[in-house]
């Protein structure tokens, strides 16, 4: 008898091990199926995220001087400065300004030496560089180097003039004073920044982040090279 129900004991403790076990690998399961099914969701998530239907055509463009397309930003009143900002961005106000056309693009090292060719200028000086000095030199990268002064020679031999700060920042920030050029969101891809996040070390080749433009199709308002202004 007590062999019967030692027998007994020890198949009702193996199908309990067994149920036991069932039960864990239908809990690993649904946890795996969860997770799948979450990765899913985020996964069209960032495609919304990432999708723009912006319309860029609405705003006038032309082909300056040099050959290079520009876009007319809109005459009328924006945002500019943030009350969250540094002491020099304070106060927040409303500005009006005239309608003024703006490159669609950053200038390039191939634009910048059409230029030097025309005007037998000089070459643009980096006195220090931590990368490769070659990527200075890349045809389709945005000019470093580059002084207020031959900036303001280059837009002069192209017909043009540098923008003055306001303006810049109309372009990049739109009339409702966005914190990017794409909205209120840090989002990735969408700059060249510090880091390799976004594909580059260093600089990257002008127009590498069309998902960043401003809302009027300026592109690298955000990251890559810095730009000056008139005042």
């Known amino acids: 008898m007590n062999n019967k129900q030692l027998v007994i004991g020890v198949i009702a ?7 036991l076990i069932l039960v ?3 809990e690993i399961k649904k946890s795996i199926d969860q997770d799948v099914k979450i990765r899913k969701i985020q996964a069209d998530t960032k495609q919304v995220t990432i999708e723009d239907n912006r319309d860029f055509s609405i705003y006038e463009t032309l082909v300056g001087d040099d050959g290079r397309e520009m876009i007319l ?9 943030s009350e969250s900002g540094g002491f020099d961005e304070k106060p927040q106000q409303e500005i009006y300004l005239d309608a003024f056309y703006i490159d669609k693009y950053e200038v390039t090292v191939e634009d910048y030496n059409v230029f030097r060719r025309a005007a037998n200028y000089v070459e ?3 006195p220090f560089f931590q990368g490769d000095h070659n990527i200075l030199k890349t045809p389709k990268y945005p000019v470093v180097g580059v002084s207020w002064s031959d900036a303001v020679n280059f837009c002069t ?9 306001v303006e810049w920042e109309k372009a990049a920030r739109g009339t409702h004073g966005l914190v990017y050029p794409w909205g209120n969101r ?10 390799t996040a976004d594909g580059f070390q260093y600089m990257a080749p002008v127009g590498s982040f069309p998902m960043g433009r401003s809302v ?9 090279a810095s730009e000056w202004v008139e005042d």
Do not use: H, Q
């Not at 403790?13 to 149920?19: E, P, V």
């Not at 199709?217 to 990251?223: L, Q």
């Open 24 to 26: 864990i690998i239908w």
């Open 186 to 195: 840090a989002l990735p891809k969408r700059a060249n920044i510090a880091g």
């Open 124 to 126: 643009p000086s980096v």
């Open 216 to 224: 009027y199709g300026v592109y690298d308002m955000a990251g890559n």
């Open 13 to 19: 403790c193996f199908a309990i091990s067994i149920l």
């Open 157 to 165: 031999w192209a017909g043009k003039r540098l923008l003055k700060e």
């Open 73 to 81: 930003i809109p005459e009328g009143v924006f945002t500019r400065g």
